[in-house]
T-cell receptor, first 114, second 112 residues
């Protein structure tokens, strides 16, 4: 039973570029949430996807967009990268109907913007 | 202002000793509170989850407590090991809202 997987592990981009991060949820999970974690900080909620639609969104600009596919996997896209976008990006999966279920996190993608 | 505050920000303890981490939250209405352990550069791993009606939950050497009246939680680590060195994050979920509110974490360093 595979856990949450993310790719790539590390990524280096320059300002103004665009990036796509990928996430495959834990088997049996239908909901994917994305978080941004700056160094020394707790994760900040970006958005959550269920049934291929964005259910909730945190306080992030429209440069951050996402997508969920029929197999429940998800992508996070960030356009016009800024230096401040450098962070660990975490994907977490859960089962929507189980409100007390633990969200399982992937290992994260470390994005560095130069 | 963060609605989940953790203290201390960091602490150093000797191997074999105990320690207690604190979490205060203001989010409401409350659904559940979770403690996660996060190794450097890795994703968080769940330790405990407590609902409104639970006031203690254990997972091996980790014991979490919850006082929903005062909106406080603690995580107690017993007989610490070097592998306990990590960041411990308190996470609160609102009722009818699946968005999680994260604390900034407490960084624990266990030294031999």
């Amino acid at each position: 039973d595979a856990g949450v997987t993310q790719s790539p592990t590390h990524l280096i981009k320059t300002r103004g570029q665009q990036v796509t991060l990928r996430c495959s949820p834990k088997s049996g999970h239908d909901t994917v949430s994305w978080y941004q974690q700056a160094l020394g900080q707790g994760p900040q909620f970006i958005f959550q996807y269920y049934e291929e639609e964005e259910r909730q969104r945190g306080n992030f600009p429209d440069r951050f967009s996402g997508h969920q596919f029929p197999n429940y996997s998800s992508e996070l896209n960030v356009n016009a990268l800024l230096l401040g976008d450098s962070a660990l990006y975490l994907c977490a999966s859960s089962l929507l109907t189980a409100s007390t279920d633990t969200q399982y996190f992937g290992p994260g993608t470390r994005l560095t913007v130069l | 202002k963060n609605q989940v505050e953790q203290s201390p920000q960091s602490l150093i303890i000797l191997e074999g000793k105990n320690c207690t981490l604190q979490c205060n939250y203001t989010v409401s209405p409350f659904s559940n509170l979770r403690w996660y352990k996060q190794d450097t550069g890795r994703g968080p791993v769940s330790l405990t989850i407590m609902t409104f009606s639970e006031n203690t939950k254990s997972n091996g050497r980790y014991t979490a407590t919850l006082d929903a009246d005062t909106k406080q939680s603690s995580l107690h680590i017993t007989a610490s090991q070097l592998s306990d060195s990590a960041s411990y994050i308190c996470v609160v979920t609102l009722r009818n809202d699946y968005k999680l509110s994260f604390g900034a974490g407490t960084t624990v360093t266990v030294r031999a």
